[in-house]
């Protein structure tokens, strides 16, 4: 790796490890400056710092023992579930992640190849549909088709909840219901996907070597993955960074709307209920989530695109 590229490496990971520090720090600061306890009915709960296991000694010690716990998954007792705060996320992780990956890869697939396409034959039947799909997905909010799928649902097919826990994870029934706010949450990303896909298609369309590549008889598919090749970077750029805040809001409204015993449960609960352990770490790994998937793109651009080399 030559000096022009192992700069901006250096400055993009010095970057993400600073903002993940201020992240940290912060949630320590808010942690530690809470009681130890909170009466909970008749009984007293351990509060922030003092729900971790040895806690206690002087404020810098304390704070190099939380970056310990947090590096490793120690992330001590939930004031409102009364279990390990660990456990809790193992436990709901694999839910959330059934439904979403999937429709995140189905989303990010679509929304960047048949966009580019559509937006290339603008005239088009799939540029029509791609259009009003991304059209859906921006205007329609996600509560509002969680709604609607929880209705449709319990009239047509009499069910009281899309999740059967009693069934578990791996039966059919659940893996075919969790597709419904999968499908929710994808169509909310392809919303972003088209708009700004399209958006930087379109502006690539006019540069002077797709008007070469036309003249010369090249196809739409072929001037399509012309524009993509030279047009991707930038794209992921801006989607990357809406996509990821669009995600974790829709999955947040989605699994309480239908009672999905998944994360995004697990924090809207956390949060209504003023926990505060399970909150931080819930921001902590929102935040990781966020520089993580901005770190990735960036590093790609670095490697694929000179122009970003500076």
């Not at 040895?54 to 490793?72: H, N």
């Not at 502006?203 to 070469?212: A, D």
């Not at 926990?275 to 921001?283: E, G, I, K, Q, Y």
């Amino acid at each position: 790796m030559d000096r022009t590229t192992l700069l901006p490496v250096a400055r993009r990971l010095g970057w993400a490890t600073a903002v993940l520090w201020t992240v940290l720090t912060g949630c320590f600061l808010l942690l530690a400056s809470l009681p130890p306890t909170r009466l909970v009915g008749f009984s007293k709960v351990e509060m922030g710092l003092a729900t971790l296991e040895g806690a206690g000694g002087s404020l810098p010690a304390m704070y190099v023992d939380w970056l310990t716990a947090i590096v490793g998954l120690q992330w001590g007792q939930s004031a409102h579930f009364g279990e390990p705060v660990a456990a809790l996320f193992a436990r709901r992780l694999p839910v959330t992640a059934v439904y979403l990956l999937p429709s995140v890869t189905v989303a990010v697939l679509v929304g960047t190849l048949l966009t580019t396409y559509a937006a290339v034959d603008r005239d088009g039947l799939l540029a029509r549909v791609v259009s009003a799909t991304g059209v859906v997905g921006l205007a329609v909010p996600a509560f509002l088709l969680a709604n609607v799928a929880f209705l449709y649902a319990t009239a047509s097919f009499e069910v009281i909840r899309l999740y059967d826990p009693d069934l578990g994870l791996w039966h059919t029934r659940n893996l075919l219901r969790l597709q419904v706010p999968g499908a929710i949450v994808g169509l909310s990303l392809l919303g972003v996907q088209v708009r700004h896909v399209r958006s930087e298609t379109v502006e690539h369309l006019r540069l002077p070597f797709v008007k070469t590549a036309q003249a010369k008889g090249a196809g739409r598919w072929r001037v399509a993955a012309h524009v993509f090749r030279t047009a991707w970077p930038s794209a992921a750029s801006l989607v990357v960074g809406e996509s990821l805040g669009v995600m974790l809001l829709a999955t947040v409204v989605v699994e309480y709307q239908l009672d999905v015993p998944g994360l995004g449960t697990l924090v809207f609960e956390a949060f209504a209920a003023g926990d505060p352990t399970v909150s931080a770490v819930a921001l902590v790994g929102t935040v990781a989530v966020g520089v993580a998937g901005t770190l990735a793109v960036e590093l790609l651009r670095t490697a694929f695109d000179p122009r970003v080399r500076r």
